[in-house]
Nanobody
Framework: QAQLVESGGGLVQAGGSLRLSCAAS????????MAWFRQAPGKQREFVAR????????VYADSVKGRFTISKDNAKNTVYLQMGSLKPEDTAVYYC?????????????????WGQGTQVTVSS
């Protein structure tokens, strides 16, 4: 078992920045990828970014490419999502997730472990 706890959400004006953190505990040695997803009101949960646990290989959704950066600190078992140039359409609950799959793609069903989510609200 593993546990994920997100933090760092809040209210920010359009154009601003915010950094989310995801602290992992438990069987993190089984992680192959960690990722961030988000779910806006009335919409399905969508992939934002992922990072390979044993390297710095990253993948981003087109909607956040160039504005968001995913990174990690293996010593702290923590993954970060640095969000910049925020837009009102980035408003969502952001979830941290982890998988032992080597080919998870962007499918949320491929991720086994999930955090409780943290709210990000971007005002115009």
């Amino acid at each position: 078992q593993a546990q994920l706890v997100e933090s760092g959400g809040g209210l920010v004006q359009a154009g601003g920045s915010l950094r989310l953190s995801c602290a992992a505990s438990g069987r993190t040695s089984t992680f192959y990828y960690m990722a961030w997803f988000r779910q806006a009101p009335g919409k399905q949960r969508e992939f934002v970014a992922r990072i390979r646990w044993s390297s710095s290989s990253t993948v981003y959704a087109d909607s956040v490419k160039g504005r968001f950066t995913i990174s990690k600190d293996n010593a702290k078992n923590t993954v970060y999502l640095q969000m910049g140039s925020l837009k009102p359409e980035d408003t969502a609950v952001y979830y941290c997730a982890a998988t032992s799959s080597s080919t998870p793609g962007v499918r949320e069903g491929s991720y086994v472990y999930w955090g409780q989510g943290t709210q990000v609200t971007v005002s115009s």
